[in-house]
């Protein structure tokens, strides 16, 4: 992997535990009005940030069959 597809990947997971660590607290922030759905989904979202994106990044070829 070369330097730009780190950084793609890095952006990627940056974005989500971001996005996830955002819904969270506007979650706990709501909590009295019924936010737990922010809650669990920006957990959902800072969790797949941990795992490496599955799409073709630099110079790959996605099979069509």
């Not at 506007?26 to 019924?34: F, P, R, S």
Request: aromatic share 16%; with cysteine; proline share 3%.
């Amino acid at each position: 992997m070369n330097k730009d597809e780190k950084l793609i990947t890095w952006f990627s997971r940056l974005l989500r535990w971001l996005l996830g660590a955002f819904f969270m607290g506007a979650g706990i922030v709501y909590a009295h009005k019924g936010g737990w759905p922010a809650i669990l989904f920006g957990a959902l979202i800072l969790v797949t940030g941990f795992f490496k994106p599955k799409r073709c990044i630099g110079e790959c070829r996605i099979d069509q069959q």
